[in-house]
């Protein structure tokens, strides 16, 4: 099975950046699209950015230009680069795999990391 750990989370001030590693271990992450899901206090999860198997990436609005998501496959690991951070930023991030194989389909969540942008 699939374990996927977060870390770089902390404590940042408004316009500065954070590095967000998440390393899998097990089977599948080559061929998996992973994803960057946070959320924030009283809000829903919601999909920060997504990169394919073959490098394709998507964004939400509010972090286009800003937040860059990029992968390691001999590393199993999956970045996600947060620059020109905003308080509005501030949230639990959480990472994803999305598994998808004949007829298996399985989603895997790690812990979560806490972001904090101070203004």
């Known amino acids: 099975q699939v374990q996927l750990v977060e870390s770089g989370g902390g404590l940042v001030q408004a316009g500065g950046s954070l590095r967000l590693p998440c390393a899998a271990s097990?089977?599948?992450?080559?061929?998996?699209?992973m994803a960057w899901y946070r959320q924030a206090l009283g809000k829903q999860r919601e999909l920060v950015a997504s990169?394919?198997?073959?490098?394709?990436?998507n964004y939400a609005d509010s972090v286009k230009g800003r937040f860059t998501i990029s992968r390691d496959n001999p590393k199993k690991t999956v970045y996600l680069q947060m620059n020109s951070l905003k308080p509005e930023d501030t949230a639990v991030y959480y990472c994803?795999?999305?598994?998808?194989?004949?007829?298996?389909?399985?989603?895997?969540w790690g812990q979560g990391t806490q972001v904090t942008v101070s203004s």
């Open positions: 994803k795999l999305e598994y998808r194989l004949s007829v298996v389909r399985n989603d895997y």
């Open positions: 097990g089977n599948g992450f080559s061929i998996s699209t």
């Open positions: 990169i394919t198997p073959g490098g394709s990436t």
